[in-house]
């Protein structure tokens, strides 16, 4: 079976790097699902991405996340919608950003939902159903921080690293029965998110957005902020038949950020 006849449900798909991998996969598949918080974005996206690749049959539902049943009620409408789901995007947008010594208990509470539940709990569900039908890609967008974390991204980089480990463990599981399970985990890519923290940055530091950019941008190998569209290409890489014997790995796509060998 082709990828033409398969089916997609991807989390966190109405912008960024969510939004550039459901466009991929719409291109590719016969049906795809988007789940998001933003109603509005939701809509103008699945718009979008109908016209951009003529692909019709395109399910929404606007769930946040971190709300367990609300994230279960998107899996059961995706199920209903797409019959059988063959390719699960995991993906969220990141946290807070604060020192250690800020963070409260409920900040805690909230991440452990918002990035580790929110991809464990669709996970959980549908491994089983891609295991009796023999094929499955399971995908899990982290972050660079889970290897390389930083001071004020502790609670992203906390939860980020546990869900790889997850994952890693998942893959050995499921891989006789012709489920791959991946993490992909970007770093310098041009998300709103990032855009958004430098703005921040640069308010706080009275210094132009345009500066925080470029110094970001220099930090890089490449030399440059990624697209979310040349970020997707691993992911949709991945999804493909081609891409059979590769499961159980966590690949930075970063420029060469990260300074860690393995």
Not at 46 to 68: Q, R
Not at 124 to 150: D, F, H, K, Q
Not at 200 to 220: D, F, G, T, W, Y
Not at 223 to 239: D, N, V
Request: proline share 5%.
């Amino acid at each position: 079976m082709s990828l033409c006849d398969r089916t997609a449900l991807i989390f966190g798909a109405s912008s960024g790097i969510g939004k550039s991998i459901a466009l991929g996969l719409a291109c590719k598949c016969s049906k795809i699902f988007l789940v998001s918080s933003n109603p509005q974005k939701l809509t103008n996206t699945a718009s979008y991405i109908s016209v951009n690749s003529s692909n019709s049959c395109i399910g929404t539902y606007a769930a946040d996340m971190s709300n367990l049943d609300q994230l279960n009620i998107s899996i059961d409408r995706a199920i209903d919608y797409l019959g059988h789901i063959d390719i699960l995007i995991n993906n969220t947008g990141g946290p807070k950003i604060a020192p250690y010594s800020d963070l409260l208990v409920e900040d805690w509470d909230e991440v452990y939902k918002s990035l580790f539940l929110s991809a464990v709990i669709p996970t959980s569900r549908l491994c089983p159903l891609m295991s009796n039908y023999g094929w499955g890609r399971i995908i899990t967008i982290t972050s660079t921080v889970a290897s390389e974390p930083s001071n004020l991204m502790i609670l992203s980089a906390s939860m980020r690293a546990g869900l790889t480990t997850y994952m890693k463990s998942l893959s050995r599981q499921v891989a006789p029965y012709g489920v791959t399970v991946n993490t992909v985990a970007p770093g310098g890519v041009q998300t709103s998110r990032v855009v958004d923290l430098a703005e921040a940055r640069a308010l706080k530091e009275n210094i132009p957005v345009e500066k925080i950019l470029s110094q970001n941008a220099s930090a890089i190998p490449i030399g440059r902020l990624a697209t979310p569209e040349e970020f997707a290409e691993y992911p949709l890489f991945l999804c493909d038949d081609s891409a059979s014997y590769i499961t159980g790995t966590c690949v930075n796509v970063d420029g060469g950020l990260t300074r860690s060998v393995f």
